[in-house]
Nanobody, 127 residues
Framework: QVPLVESGGGVVQAGGSLRLSCAPS????????TGWFRQAPGKEREFVSI????????YYADSVKGRFTISRDAAENTVYLQMNNLTPEDTAVYFC????????????????????WGQGTQVTVST
């Protein structure tokens, strides 16, 4: 069973918006933070954003700052990624991931330090 489940992907025109959601597939489990990564065809998986559960500390990749907003709903154990002003360069499979340990800034970028992953949701931005 996949620990996390993403939803909200789809096809949108450039300049449009989408909101992704991520929630545990079963019983909620305790983690330090939950974030989003993305992987475009032929490219490595890259960090997008992360939010800590307790303090709500957020980090963003430079490529999405000012356009994407991450948020959390502790009551629903759900993390959201609001994506605005999308461009074709944002086209990728978006993965939700959670980690048990603290991180800050670029220290949150390494995929190997995330213990729980979803299967991904496709986001396609057309011109």
């Amino acid at each position: 069973q996949v620990p996390l489940v993403e939803s909200g992907g789809g096809v949108v025109q450039a300049g449009g918006s989408l909101r992704l959601s991520c929630a545990p597939s079963g019983r909620p489990f305790g983690t330090y933070a939950t974030g989003w990564f993305r992987q475009a065809p032929g490219k490595e998986r890259e960090f997008v954003s992360i939010i800590s559960w307790r303090a709500g500390i957020r980090y963003y990749a430079d490529s999405v700052k000012g356009r994407f907003t991450i948020s959390r709903d502790a009551a629903e154990n759900t993390v959201y990624l609001q994506m605005n002003n999308l461009t074709p360069e944002d086209t990728a499979v978006y993965f939700c991931a959670a980690r048990r340990e603290y991180c800050s800034g670029r220290g949150c970028y390494a995929t190997a330090e995330y213990q729980y992953w979803g299967q991904g949701t496709q986001v396609t931005v057309s011109t």
